[in-house]
């Protein structure tokens, strides 16, 4: 079973401390979400996760079954099984979204030989499942797709590449009720024992069509409240101010 542990989190953009010690424990078969205001530090915590260069860790750890991921690559950290749906998808021109599957799966599956007339059908069958015309895998990956279409394309490469460990960042941004609808239907799908998702997100409603068993509040760049799917509904209605004075 996967098992992601943050343990006391400290990370700074720009030379300027975001992170100030966040702890999360994420095992395969569940699902949590994580709320908190702008600027919280969220999309801060999925970078530092997965590596991006921008971020520094200034102390604690992350593991992955075990492994200590600190100080390793955003691709070593893929290999682990660390997979994250980017808030705003870059595009990479020039790669297509094709061969960019092909080749990080190739890369996160060494070991699985699979025919490429079967991976093109299993990403064929996934592109109609998220609503993206077949066109999308010989466009180069992102460019010119609109917010609507990046998102649906994350969601794509996830069920393709088989994470262990899923963080959605704003995946419902963007997104009108039809699309969100697919996408919460392509992450069910996806769900299994096998799996851990954080979802990072503002708003309840991705949270009705995907339960989290956890809802966790950053504030300032730390864990400020733990609760249940409730407390996603409680901070609709009343926003976050009544937890920073908790
Ligand atoms: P959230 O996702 O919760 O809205 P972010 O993690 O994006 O918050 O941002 C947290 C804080 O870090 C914000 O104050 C933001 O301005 C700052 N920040 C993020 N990225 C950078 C950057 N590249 N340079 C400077 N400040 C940044
Ligand atoms: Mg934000
Ligand atoms: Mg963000």
């Given amino acids: 079973m996967s098992e992601l542990i943050i343990k006391d989190l400290r990370a ?3 030379d300027k401390e975001i992170l100030k010690g966040v702890n999360l424990t994420i095992r395969g078969g569940e699902i949590h ?10 999309t801060t915590l999925g970078s530092t996760l997965m590596g991006h260069p921008n971020y520094t860790i200034t102390g604690g750890s992350i593991k992955l079954d075990g492994k200590e991921l600190t100080n390793k690559t955003p691709e070593e950290r893929a290999r682990a099984g660390l997979f994250l749906a980017f808030q705003n998808p870059v595009s990479v021109t020039g790669v297509k979204l094709s061969s960019f599957l092909r080749t990080a799966y190739k890369q996160l599956h060494p070991e699985e030989k699979v025919p490429l007339s079967e991976f093109q059908g299993r990403i064929k069958d996934h592109l109609k499942k ?25 969601i794509l490469q996830m069920v393709i590449l088989r ?15 039809d699309a969100l609808k697919l996408v919460a239907d392509e992450i069910r ?12 997100t ?8 995907i339960d989290p068993e956890f809802v966790h509040v950053l504030i300032d760049g730390k864990i400020a409240m733990n609760g249940e799917k409730s407390l996603a509904l409680k901070i609709e209605e009343d926003g976050y101010d009544w937890i920073r004075s908790e």
């Fill in 202 to 209: 503002h708003y309840q409603r991705i949270l009705k069509n």
């Fill in 130 to 154: 998220v609503g993206l015309d077949e066109e999308f895998l010989s466009r180069s990956v992102n460019d010119g797709f609109s917010g609507g279409e990046r998102k649906r394309a994350e």
């Fill in 12 to 14: 700074s953009v720009a």
């Fill in 163 to 177: 994470p262990k460990i899923v963080i959605l960042d704003e995946i419902d941004s963007g997104l009108d009720v």
């Fill in 33 to 42: 979400a994580l709320m908190g205001p702008n600027g919280a530090g969220k």
């Fill in 189 to 200: 799908e996806y769900y299994s024992q096998e799996v851990g998702f954080l979802i990072i």
